[in-house]
């Protein structure tokens, strides 16, 4: 076999990654408890970071995270409350920052999202501007793209609010833009498109399209898609999504940028049930029902070749392998709960 020396102790499982140098760093995520922040933050204590969780629990559940350890922190408040924000900032090298009241909650109530979207956010940059945070990373949304003329999308393609979510979720990100520039604060953002995966829990009313679809194929249900199923997104395997979130936060051309965060490829909410039909092995016929106004998008897919250059990330994980992964985490004992909202 060849001669390429082995370090030893280094196995193939694994490899060498800037990731490891989160090793003891203090970070600090907020929303730690919902479904993205829960991966990062199993993710984080993987790589052997000191964690605390800020989350008020709105939509975030404790069953989410890893069990207590000195790795890990839980802080149950809301980033829109100064008093806990700001010590909590002071102590961390990294901050991820997660938290925020998701588009169905936004749609509903425009004020709460403001206060939390842009509020919490504005917070979490005040309180980082005097400290020695290394990096903040901001997860925002490909939802700021609204209706795109072309796609792929690109990062500096124009933006377009189509909902107050977008508003709020493009508001915290140019705070975090004006606070590099006006104050050389490290931060970086990441748009994330469609995440999906485990710890997405169908029980949560808020969870998303991929969660809602498996809850009611594996119950036996028609899934119900709005409109005709023809709009597309670009659905990104969570574990994928926390990879780049963390190269973000490590990064050293990071500070300032905006990085797509999908996979390239375009898929159809019919193809998307399609696959999770085949995969369960159901035997269920989807209904169409009518279109919502948070369904005002048609198609997405996000070009992420400046994630590519400028992270080193590349998405790992293919949608049939991705669905696959998220069905095996649900048929686990406690994986689907038994009376789902759907
Ligand atoms: N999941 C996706 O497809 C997706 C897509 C684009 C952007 N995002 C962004 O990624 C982040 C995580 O999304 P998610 O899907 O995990 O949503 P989620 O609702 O599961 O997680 C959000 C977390 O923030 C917490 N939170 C809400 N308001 C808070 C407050 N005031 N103080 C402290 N904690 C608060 C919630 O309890 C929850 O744990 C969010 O910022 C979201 O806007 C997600």
């Given at each position: 076999m060849g001669a390429t020396p082995r370090n030893p102790g280094m196995t193939e499982s694994t490899p060498p990654s800037v990731l490891d140098r989160l090793k003891g760093q203090r970070v600090l995520v907020t929303g730690g408890a919902g479904f993205v922040g829960s991966n990062v933050v199993a993710r984080l204590i993987e790589l052997g970071a000191l964690v605390t969780v800020l989350d008020d629990f709105f939509t975030g559940e404790e069953q989410n995270l890893p069990p207590a350890s000195?790795?890990?922190?839980?802080?149950?408040?809301?980033?829109?409350?100064?008093?806990?924000?700001?010590?909590?900032?002071?102590?961390?090298?990294?901050?991820?920052?997660?938290?925020?009241?998701?588009?169905?909650?936004?749609?509903?109530?425009?004020?709460?999202?403001?206060?939390?979207?842009?509020?919490?956010?504005?917070?979490?940059?005040?309180?980082?501007?005097?400290?020695?945070?290394?990096?903040?990373?901001?997860?925002?949304?490909?939802?700021?793209?609204?209706?795109?003329?072309?796609?792929?999308?690109?990062?500096e393609d124009a933006t377009n609010m189509l909902s107050p979510y977008a508003v709020s979720k493009y508001g915290g990100e140019n705070y975090c833009k004006a606070f590099f520039e006006s104050y050389d604060l490290p931060v970086a953002s990441v748009r994330?498109?469609?995440?999906?995966?485990?710890?997405?829990?169908?029980?949560?009313?808020?969870?998303?399209?991929?969660?809602?679809?498996?809850?009611?194929?594996?119950?036996?249900?028609?899934?119900?898609?709005?409109?005709?199923?023809?709009?597309?997104?670009?659905?990104?395997?969570?574990?994928?999504?926390?990879?780049?979130?963390?190269?973000?936060?490590?990064?050293?051309?990071?500070?300032?940028?905006?990085?797509?965060?999908?996979?390239?490829?375009?898929?159809?909410?019919n193809q998307l049930v399609d696959t999770i039909i085949r995969i369960t092995g159901r035997d269920v016929i989807p209904l169409h029902i009518a279109r919502r106004d948070i369904d005002n998008i048609r198609r997405r897919v996000l070009g992420i070749e400046k994630a590519r250059r400028e992270?080193?990330?590349?998405?790992?994980?293919?949608?049939?392998?991705?669905?696959?992964?998220?069905?095996?985490?649900?048929?686990?004992?406690?994986g689907l709960p038994r009376q789902v909202r759907v």
């Open positions: 000195e790795q890990l922190r839980v802080v149950r408040g809301s980033v829109v409350d100064e008093s806990t924000v700001i010590p909590l900032v002071a102590a961390a090298d990294y901050i991820i920052h997660m938290a925020a009241r998701n588009i169905i909650i936004s749609m509903r109530n425009p004020r709460e999202d403001f206060a939390t979207n842009i509020g919490g956010t504005l917070n979490i940059l005040m309180a980082a501007r005097g400290s020695n945070v290394r990096r903040i990373v901001y997860a925002s949304s490909a939802s700021v793209y609204g209706n795109p003329r072309s796609i792929p999308i690109n990062e994330y498109s469609n995440v999906y995966g485990p710890l997405q829990r169908p029980d949560n009313p808020y969870c998303g399209v991929v969660a809602r679809f498996f809850a009611a194929v594996m119950a036996g249900e028609a899934p119900l898609i709005h409109g005709d199923g023809e709009q597309t997104r670009d659905y990104t395997f969570v574990d994928d999504a926390v990879e780049a979130t963390l190269l973000a936060a490590v990064s050293a051309r990071a500070d300032g940028q905006v990085y797509n965060v999908g996979t390239g490829r375009e898929t159809s909410v992270l080193r990330w590349a998405p790992d994980v293919t949608l049939e392998n991705g669905l696959r992964k998220t069905h095996e985490w649900l048929m686990r004992p406690g």
